[in-house]
């Protein structure tokens, strides 16, 4: 590491109060999406964004509208073109803190406990924002910025940014750079810096099952009509087999094997099957015997009836054959399956094992494919290294079971791959009461930033 | 027969229109059991029929508070212990006609249109205790009653008789009788009259799958958890085989058997695949196929899912492995099955058949033994002799699929048989709007009930 490097981590050391009163600003301002009523506050948190990104160098801040809360889009100075470029994703809305009976201390009034930092979103993501900022100032304090960063910092993030992708098609011009950095996703356990390079896609159905016209005298009828319930039980178990494996037609022909090194690595991280068995309180788990509870989660398709409903369910009986049975279904998709083919797929297995004697329809909801970075992707390299320099643990390669919005949509529009880490902890309760930021963690990762900048300035191509 | 009963129905031919006008007086009292506002039509109804039982020669005419709606109990005069014991049930009490304006004409304005009586309960059952007051009175008008009769007329069998069973414990010394005659069934069809000397039984259950502690992310535990959802649909499909039959372990083993003259009399009626496809409009039937659709219905027991819900069931998506799924299941019982005997067939089933990966509660809600009156008993002789003399028509014997609590009640408290019949058919648009009376089908319902209150007093020992 060069000097003007250790003379940015020492700055970033000696500033850590002031870094802490940086992020305790940001949290004062109670920017809940959600709520009309803190529209204000949304306003409030932007200019200040707008303010810090400005002392820290940047050129062009700009405040866009959209059909919702606004985007704060900016620029580092001194752009060139022979520097790698950034663009960091954010969110400076948080979640609503509705329930302030449930909070040790007011959920913006941001105070410190042993080593946390408690608050609305001081882990879900404005420390994750302050921390990137805080890094930016340790380095501007000794040098140039070794990198071209753009920011996109959305507040819709909360709500499910529903208008960040008319965002990145209206402004792909703006967005130009080699990769995202979204510190949105966090750590797997205090001691595996984690790196997420894959995030599964996603599929919605809904099928209705129709029999008689009417709900129907089970004692006037019973025994001739097949009952839709009974219909939507039987296509549903027949969707799995004995050893948990999806029997839809060509189900698992696109889906891209896990190699040996993947496995290797998903298996060295802390979630085992005491983990799960302790997080969800079922009595057993279930799933693929051939592959571990992680590598089902991280790697493997799924099919999962978020919702069933037929007939009566309310007190008491009511002696009927319904008309009906819905249930709404989705599907976890890995690479290199497609939503689309998973419908065909799902339309197949119905028109084959729906009786004739009721009447079906089978709706297409929404759909994304899977994400995932090459491993091989030199950023990530560097990401691990500034990880591991700053932690001192080996950073873990991880995919995530789930679907990140921002980072499909990144890919997908602008055609960037996008680092997903965060020093955010599984036990930061995000969402939650009490939310809190690990600082010893926090404190690394502005670190681990500063190394980031420096080394993919040096290395990247 | 005898002079005297050919006068009897000579008078009631005679009186047509007073008889008529007798029903539309019973009809234009709004006695809607379920609506309080209606408690002084109730009254109303009480004292009107109080006042006609006295007119046709009731002596002892009760009328007795329940916890709900008061009971009309009277006795006809002269009582002799060589003339048979009838007990006539009957319930003063309507459906609500709330939607006036899906009638043609007020439903308590009663009218005639074509060979119709309009107006509610004019057919339930209104008509039906009108044509018994009607055939007294044709019959006293000629000579002394020949049998003894005793009315139980309840006000609360359209809210599904809450207080009867208790009445019944009660009052079981005032009510001793040979049989019961329970006109509140009705006939299959214009051309068939009809006797029921069957009913299914039920059970009633709810089956509760609980999985994990709350609703899961389906991203982050996609894959290791087994859904609750689905572990239903498992269990339920499981409960039928591919040729309708339920796997319930010993679950056919006390089935009474429809011995050959059953089948021959029970497929004689009109009730055909066409009629049943007509009816619900479903595109094909379904059920045991060694069975034709109504000795399905009429004599083989069902398993029924009434309700099913899991999860998420509103618009849009929700992407949850629900922690519950909830069934709500009747079973209709046929002679000799018992309840507690299916109950503990399904449990059985249930800890064979249940994966270790979900907890699972099975409650037992209600029961009752279905009802099976023994076609050698002389009194259904003497009915379908009656009906035969007076529609000029063979009566058919019908096992009706459904649970008449009224029946069931009086055979196990008061061990008494019911006769299942009433002359009304299934167009009469009961519970619906424009419910009506064929008045020539009441008309010789009067002039059968003369018969029969003759022959069997001739015939019954």
């Known amino acids: 590491m060069s000097e003007k490097v250790s003379e940015a981590i020492q700055h970033s050391q000696d500033h850590k109060i002031e870094f802490v009163s940086l992020l305790e600003d940001f949290v004062r301002i109670p920017s809940i999406s959600t709520d009309p009523s803190h529209d204000e506050d949304m306003n409030q948190a932007v200019e200040w964004l707008s303010t810090q990104l400005r002392t820290i160098g940047c050129r062009d801040v700009k405040i866009i509208p959209t059909a919702g809360h606004p985007v704060v889009l900016a620029k580092t100075d001194s752009f ?40 609305r979103g001081v882990s ?81 159905f809904e099928l209705a099952v129709r029999g008689p016209e009417n709900d129907l005298h089970s004692g006037v009828f019973g025994g001739v009509v097949h009952n839709p ?108 399956q497609t939503p689309e083919a998973v419908y065909e797929q799902f339309l197949e297995y119905l028109k084959k094992n729906m009786p004739p004697t009721v009447e079906w329809e089978l709706s297409y909801g929404s759909g994304t494919m899977a994400y995932l970075m090459d491993l091989s992707n030199p950023v990530l390299k560097f990401f691990a290294e500034s990880l591991e320099l700053a ?42 009461p009490d939310e809190h930021v690990h600082l010893p963690t926090w404190f690394r990762g502005i670190e681990a930033l500063i190394y980031f900048f420096n080394i993919i300035d040096i290395e990247y191509v």
């Open 80 to 119: 060139c073109s022979e520097k790698p470029s950034i663009l960091v994703y954010g969110h400076y809305d948080v979640q609503p803190a509705e329930n302030q009976n449930a909070w040790s201390s007011p959920p913006f009034s941001p105070h410190i406990k042993g080593e946390c930092l408690y608050g």
């Open 124 to 204: 879900d993501m404005k420390g994750q924002i302050a921390a990137v900022l805080a890094a930016l100032q340790s380095i501007r304090s000794q040098s140039d910025l070794p990198v071209n960063i753009t920011f996109l910092i959305e507040g819709e993030e909360e709500i499910g940014s529903p208008n960040l992708e008319n965002f990145l098609r209206e402004h792909h011009d703006l967005l130009k750079s080699d990769f995202v950095l979204n510190l949105d996703v966090g750590f797997l356990g205090v001691d595996f810096p984690t790196i997420s390079y894959g995030l599964r896609g996603i599929a919605s």
């Open 229 to 336: 319930a009974l219909v939507i039980a039987n296509v549903l178990s027949g969707i799995f087999d004995n050893s948990g494996k999806i029997t839809l037609p060509r189900f698992y022909d696109q889906v891209l094997s896990l190699d040996e090194k993947e496995r290797q690595e998903l298996n060295r991280l802390p979630m085992d099957e005491a983990y799960y068995l302790a997080k969800t309180k079922v009595p057993q788990l279930w799933g693929e015997q051939d592959f571990s509870p992680l590598e089902r989660v991280a790697a493997r398709p799924t099919f999962e009836i978020n919702g069933l409903v037929s007939g009566y369910t309310g007190q008491g009986e009511k002696t009927i054959i319904p008309s009906e049975a819905l249930a709404k279904i989705t599907t976890r998709l890995v690479p290199n």
């Open 391 to 432: 932690y001192g643990e080996k950073a873990v390669y991880f995919r995530d079971g789930g679907s990140i919005p921002a980072a499909i949509l990144m890919k997908q529009i602008l055609g960037l791959d996008s680092i997903l880490s965060g020093f955010g902890l599984p036990t930061d309760n995000i969402h939650g």
